[in-house]
């Protein structure tokens, strides 16, 4: 492949949404931490969160190799020395990390009452002393110096339903739901008020103009469409009014749960771009979100494990159910799992440069 051309095609196709007036249907390739260290045969998870330089040292790495079998360079080289705080920590959650994993959050609520508690210690609390740690904007202005672009913060946060099982611990939280949803009314609703503060600090901080918003709910699958309609929908719709008041701006959902009952909901709020789960048909994606870029439907698994003839078949699937409009970006829906090789990857970007081009 002539990766030179490949990814300067991809980058115009990309801003052309809703478009075939462009070289092919793109294509959006999400590896994380998972994949990275599947890849790399990281011995110490512990290390690479811990030490920065080696953390930097292993993206270089990375992207070498990535450069050399797929034309781009995907992880950070230059990581901020200091981090602010996130919205759950905000909401008392806490971050654990263990040999072999990666940070995760956990909660320390144990009933209603640890609830109705937490909810008088945010209000108290100063939010930008908290989120902010000492020496942050000297971090700031070294990181850009070293990376040569700015530091951006508040381009996106977790949906409301993933937030609440993190603060709140999973099973908890279904159990307030149906036993206490007055409570949850009180929850949500100081969630939404903190999130707007969260994002715009964060902003205002780091100069993210208004012009986009996007959120990460794996966990909105877990409630019923009355119940996001109640706590998740008015969450969203305060952000998205407050970050992309502009309707064409980019507007991101993803989940890669089986979530297609919130579909509707999501269209309604304006949602225009859709990363979703494997199990979701893109037909049924286009039905129920007429106007939303539809990146996705690759099953991660499919890409790890399939034959390049089961991975080029998928992606001809999705350019034939759903690529005439225009509206599709080819990618995994969710992110490419841990495993996944980089040949499989280049199958995958093969098959879009063969079979979805729009333009000869």
Same mark, same amino acid.
């Given at each position: 492949?002539?990766?030179?051309?490949?990814? $300067?095609?991809?980058?115009?196709?990309?801003?052309?949404?809703?478009?075939?007036?462009?070289?092919?249907?793109?294509?959006?390739?999400?590896?994380?931490?998972?994949?990275?260290?599947? +890849?790399?045969?990281?011995?110490?998870?512990?290390?690479?969160?811990?030490?920065?330089?080696?953390?930097?040292?292993?993206?270089?790495?990375?992207?070498?190799?990535?450069?050399?079998?797929?034309?781009?360079?995907?992880?950070?080289?230059?990581?901020?020395?200091?981090?602010?705080?996130?919205?759950?920590?905000?909401?008392?959650?806490?971050?654990?990390?263990?040999?072999?994993?990666?940070?995760?959050?956990?909660?320390?609520?144990?009933?209603?009452?640890?609830?109705?508690?937490?909810?008088?210690?945010?209000?108290?609390?100063?939010?930008?002393?908290?989120?902010?740690? =000492?020496?942050?904007?000297?971090?700031?202005?070294?990181?850009?110096?070293?990376?040569?672009?700015?530091?951006?913060?508040?381009?996106?946060?977790?949906?409301?339903?993933?937030?609440?099982?993190?603060?709140?611990?999973?099973?908890?939280?279904?159990?307030?739901?149906?036993?206490?949803?007055?409570?949850?009314?009180?929850?949500?609703?100081?969630?939404?008020?903190?999130?707007?503060?969260?994002? $715009?600090?964060?902003?205002?901080?780091?100069?993210?103009?208004?012009?986009?918003?996007?959120?990460?709910?794996?966990?909105?699958?877990?409630?019923?469409?009355?119940?996001?309609?109640?706590?998740?929908?008015?969450?969203? =719709?305060?952000?998205?009014? +407050?970050? =992309?008041?502009?309707?064409?701006? $980019?507007?991101?959902?993803?989940?890669?749960?089986?979530?297609?009952?919130?579909?509707?909901?999501?269209?309604?709020?304006?949602?225009?771009?859709?990363?979703?789960?494997?199990?979701?048909?893109?037909?049924?994606?286009?039905? =129920?979100?007429?106007?939303?870029?539809?990146?996705?439907?690759?099953?991660?698994?499919?890409?790890?494990?399939?034959?390049?003839? +089961?991975?080029?078949?998928?992606?001809?699937?999705?350019?034939?159910?759903?690529?005439?409009?225009?509206?599709?970006?080819?990618?995994?829906?969710?992110?490419?799992?841990?495993?996944?090789?980089?040949?499989?990857?280049?199958?995958?970007?093969?098959?879009?440069?063969?079979?979805?081009?729009?333009?000869?």
């Amino acid at each position: 492949m002539d990766f030179a051309t490949f990814w $300067r095609e991809n980058w115009e196709s990309l801003q052309k949404p809703f478009s075939t007036n462009k070289p092919r249907v793109p294509v959006s390739l999400s590896m994380d931490d998972h994949w990275l260290f599947g +890849e790399m045969g990281i011995p110490s998870t512990v290390r690479y969160y811990h030490d920065l330089d080696y953390r930097e040292e292993v993206h270089k790495r990375c992207n070498d190799r990535m450069e050399a079998q797929l034309g781009c360079r995907h992880f950070a080289e230059v990581i901020p020395r200091k981090s602010v705080k996130r919205l759950e920590e905000v909401f008392g959650s806490r971050q654990e990390l263990r040999e072999g994993g990666t940070p995760w959050l956990e909660s320390d609520v144990k009933d209603i009452d640890d609830v109705k508690a937490l909810l008088k210690q945010v209000k108290a609390l100063n939010l930008k002393n908290f989120v902010f740690p =000492a020496g942050w904007a000297e971090d700031a202005a070294e990181y850009e110096r070293r990376s040569g672009s700015p530091l951006r913060l508040g381009t996106g946060n977790r949906g409301p339903i993933t937030m609440a099982t993190s603060i709140l611990g999973t099973m908890p939280f279904l159990t307030f739901s149906m036993d206490y949803p007055e409570v949850m009314d009180d929850f949500f609703k100081l969630l939404t008020e903190k999130l707007v503060e969260y994002i $715009r600090m964060l902003r205002q901080e780091t100069g993210v103009p208004n012009v986009g918003y996007w959120i990460t709910d794996d966990n909105c699958c877990l409630v019923s469409p009355s119940q996001y309609d109640r706590w998740g929908a008015p969450m969203l =719709a305060a952000a998205l009014a +407050e970050f =992309a008041p502009d309707p064409t701006a $980019r507007r991101h959902h993803h989940s890669d749960s089986d979530m297609g009952h919130h579909m509707p909901t999501l269209h309604r709020l304006g949602i225009n771009e859709v990363n979703l789960g494997p199990n979701l048909d893109p037909v049924d994606i286009r039905k =129920a979100m007429p106007n939303a870029v539809i990146c996705g439907q690759i099953a991660p698994m499919l890409l790890r494990n399939g034959s390049p003839e +089961e991975i080029i078949q998928a992606v001809r699937g999705d350019i034939d159910k759903v690529g005439a409009d225009g509206g599709l970006v080819i990618a995994t829906a969710g992110s490419i799992s841990e495993g996944t090789s980089l040949g499989n990857i280049r199958v995958m970007m093969w098959a879009v440069e063969k079979y979805g081009r729009y333009q000869d």
